[in-house]
């Protein structure tokens, strides 16, 4: 499957979407997160970091501005705010932003241990190919976590949920799927006009 032209202008999103949206959510700077790889089913699955493809191990921490290329199998992802995401065969994704406000792991636990965000956390994901699918948990109101896409982005509140992109010829579709909670789907298109637009549709 060949995104070489969604890739080109997927490249310029994660610059784009996080400009608009720190100045939406009038949010202050959040110290660096990461999150952990807890499964691998494929061994040529790989992070791609400053220009290098390394292999995806069990444990390995992964980092704001890795590119995850899931390949033939599955990769579970579990965030500092305890959210997993399932990638699965063959998905593409961006770690465009991750932040997390300090808290007490030595009491609250780390990663899968938390049964809920333990504090104000930011994390945004973009798609680029394939499917994931994801828990979120209890999010703090104060908190994102969004996937996004070329064509529209997700955001989730506490629940468990799957992202998709499709190609059919020169036809790109976004597919998202809520199994609880909420998911607030915005959809970017071009208007009657020319012009890009964005409009928002609730999932419950």
Known sequence: MNYGRILCFF????????????????????PLADARIVRVSDDNAFVHRDETNIP????????????????????????????????????????????QEPYDADALGAYGALQAD????????????????????????????????????????????????????DRLTLNVRNYGGTVILERTFIDSAGQTAVDEIGLV
């Open 56 to 99: 995806l191990e069990v444990d390995m921490i992964v980092e704001e501005g890795d590119w995850i290329h899931s390949m033939d199998g599955t990769v579970v992802i579990t965030f500092a705010n305890g959210s997993n995401l399932v990638m699965q065969r063959q998905a593409v994704i961006y770690l465009a932003e991750l932040r």
């Open 118 to 169: 333990p504090s104000r956390s930011v994390t945004r994901v973009f798609l680029s190919e394939g499917e994931v699918r994801g828990h979120t948990r209890s999010l703090r109101s104060d908190s994102v976590f969004r996937v996004s896409t070329p064509v529209g982005a997700a955001g989730i509140r506490g629940t468990r949920f799957a992202v998709s992109l499709s190609l059919d010829g």
């Open 11 to 30: 490249l310029l999103l994660p610059f784009l979407s996080l400009s608009l949206e720190a100045q939406d959510t009038g949010q202050e700077y959040l």
